[in-house]
């Protein structure tokens, strides 16, 4: 299972919010995703939104091709007063 938090600026103005964003594996589904980050991050999951990004053909400077692989993203409310912090290594 693939859960790898996403850092930019709109998510660290999320987070703010208490709401993170995730790169999470295509086949999981809401149950799972908040399954996984409850274990992984010991915090309480309110709300689970999921994001499916189509992949794509990219082309290089030497007009190869190359392809993105599609991706899921998760954004994950936590309950009042928790958060996760994103820059700490996990606790497992």
């Given at each position: ?31 799972q ?60």
């Amino acid at each position: 299972m693939r859960l790898e938090p996403i850092i930019t600026e709109k998510s660290m103005r999320l987070a703010k919010e208490g709401k993170y964003t995730f790169r999470v594996g295509r086949r999981l589904n809401k149950f799972q995703i908040r399954k996984l980050i409850e274990e992984v991050f010991d915090v309480h999951v309110t709300g689970v939104w999921t994001i499916r990004v189509p992949g794509e053909i990219k082309r290089t400077p030497r007009g190869r091709k190359r392809i993105v692989q599609p991706t899921k993203k998760a954004i994950v409310t936590l309950a009042e007063k928790e958060k996760i912090d994103l820059f700490e290594e996990s606790k497992k």
